[in-house]
């Protein structure tokens, strides 16, 4: 980077509506013995959860260059804006060994910037970290990597440390968070075109269900003191579905994938999962979202994060420089582009909500709310036995208890929602209801491990070789690759081999035409009568028969046309053979033995209703 004597955090400036920007002269190059470091100070470490469009990944993520300490973002703080006087981890020492001059002044400005933070004084703070900033852009590491390393973590520390300053200026003293600001530029009225148009049908609709779920989430957000124009999120998220799955796997209102959604306390299991549960994820989101804002402290980072994940968007401020963020949106031309549509939908939502007669959209048209009486019940039952206890239908209920994911109640205290005025009735009648007993599995899986033979299996899981052959049709080769899943049949089940299912035809023109592969018993299943009735119409002595026989059926059924056959040309297929003679595509196809995938030869004959 070249040297100025001008610098500034754009991005800071632009993302919270500030302007501090403000000449910096560098500071006297003064060597230290050694500098201490508060923990406010430290390079900042990151442990990120699992993202949004990377479902596969289970365990926190670490960024490159940190440790995984708890990050400053995480600390709590004092509603002045000032850090907390709570945390009082151990202070950490950097040696001037290995290190720049104008490194180590630049850390001893970012002590004195935390220590006017801690006293409130949030424009010294920031005027600190400014000429702090200065020093170490004038710092050549072209031949030492490890005073770039050094470099590049304070940099970003400095960076990260403003944004900290300017989210604790968002926290207001009653401990809530200021609103979200709404701009409008290009890309908001890109989305508000299409929700306007193309998408118009879609939001109308998410805005009909919104009624069900915004009171308790707007009532939660107020409890929470976050902004109540976040209960339209869901509206992006999901549509206001319950059961909203996306590709990365994530589900419910407030598309959590499964790791995000332990984190914050949503349990799923083999019967329930919490993600479903409009109450408990709402819950879930606002913790979500209040760790979000304390890293980040900007709505629109905040936003971005909980669409990607937080790790993603840490990772693409790192990789920035910050003095070619003129843009704010900048960041956003780095993400994904499902992000980078993501904040502007929402601010396009809400556009619209706030003028919703000038979009043409009435907000009045909304489902009511779910009434419901919350019952503990001891007894694992299935919900189509308790709704006739209710007096109301399976779905209904269902509707109120959407967590559970087959209907049927976990063993245990369970917390069941019943329509109002009709919990003691349940519970009065729950010892006549049926409990439910899980069916027997009719099988086991077992992955093949290196040695295993099907005589060996048979032997561990007490059945037979023929059986488990038979259930994953395999040859009588026996061979078993390693690494592949077979199913077991468990002892005392009865596995039958899987049989091709035959279309019965009561419509016909009275006579077939054996084709190879025909034989008496099939051509009697297909035609709706008996082997014995097919040889005494013809007064055949034996079942054998010849391609290309003729033989008479019983009954008088009726056809569209006469039967008749056609010899395939180069170029047919049967879809357009079909739609020639004006036939039903499968009807060709099973009055000719073949199916979607059987391929067809010039000169080959097809039979024709």
Known sequence: MNNKSVFLIPLIVFAFGCTHTLPVKPAPHTPTAAITVPPHAAAPAIVTSAVKDQPSLEKPEEVAGTNTEPTEASAPRATDGSPSPADTSPA????????????DQAMELCNNSQELWQKGELDNALDTLDQAYALIIDVDTADNPELGRQKEDLRFMISKRILEIYASRNIVAGGTYAEIPIHMNDQVKRELKRFTGPERKFFEASLRRSGRYRPYITARLKEAGLPEELSWLPLIESGFKVKALSKARALGLWQFIPST?????????LLVDERLNPQKSTHAAIGYLKELHGMFGDWATVLAAYNCGEGRVLRTIRSQNINYLDNFWDLYNRLPRETARYVPRFLATLHIIRNAETYGFDLS???????????TVAKQVHLKDVAPALGIGEKELKALNPELRYNILPGGNYTLNVPPGKGEALLSRLSTLKEYTPPQRAYVYHRVRRGDTLSKLAKRYRTSVRDIRRTNKLRRNNVIVAGNLLKIPQRGKMITAARKKIKKTYGHSGKHIVVKGDSLWNIARRYGTTTARILELNALSSSRLSIGQSLKLPGSGKSKSKSSTYRVRRGDSPSSIAKRHNMDLKRLLSLNRLTARSKIYPGQRLYLD
């Open 92 to 103: 950490l020492t950097c040696s001037p060994k290995g290190t720049d001059v104008n490194l």
């Open 261 to 269: 959604g332990y984190k914050f306390g949503l349990k799923r299991d």
């Open 365 to 375: 048209k909304v489902d009511a709310p779910r009434p419901f009486e919350s019952i």
